[in-house]
Nanobody
Framework: QVQLVESEGGLVQPGGSLRLSCAAS????????MRWYRQAPGKQRELVAS???????NYADFVKGRFTISRDNAKNTVYLQMNSLKPEDTAVYYC???????????????WGQGTQVTVSS
């Protein structure tokens, strides 16, 4: 059984910073791409950033230059450093990981439980 456990989000003032983490545990053979999504109230879930096993990164335009995604392969953990936060960044943030628990069974996607980030003065 695979679990993705996210760190707590929180309340941050505009212009502030917050770092999220998401650790994968369980019977994991290999981890491919790791992603962060977010979902604001009344809106669809959207991709924020992704990082491949080779550490190539990709960002949504609305976070470029402000957010940084990174990973620690030894810890099966992905991070999202969020700087210069804006009220419109308020959302539930979810990590998503494509990984394999058995080479004979291929790849599957797993989701974290979600963590609330609120940007407000």
């Amino acid at each position: 059984q695979v679990q993705l456990v996210e760190s707590e989000g929180g309340l941050v003032q505009p212009g502030g910073s917050l770092r999220l983490s998401c650790a994968a545990s369980g019977r994991i053979v290999s981890i491919d791409v790791m992603r962060w999504y977010r979902q604001a109230p009344g809106k669809q879930r959207e991709l924020v950033a992704s990082i491949t096993s080779g550490s190539s990164t990709n960002y949504a335009d609305f976070v470029k230059g402000r957010f940084t995604i990174s990973r620690d392969n030894a810890k099966n953990t992905v991070y999202l450093q969020m700087n210069s936060l804006k009220p419109e960044d308020t959302a539930v943030y979810y990590c998503n990981t494509r990984l394999s628990t058995d080479w004979n069974k291929g790849w599957n996607n797993y989701w974290g439980q979600g963590t609330q980030v609120t940007v407000s003065s």
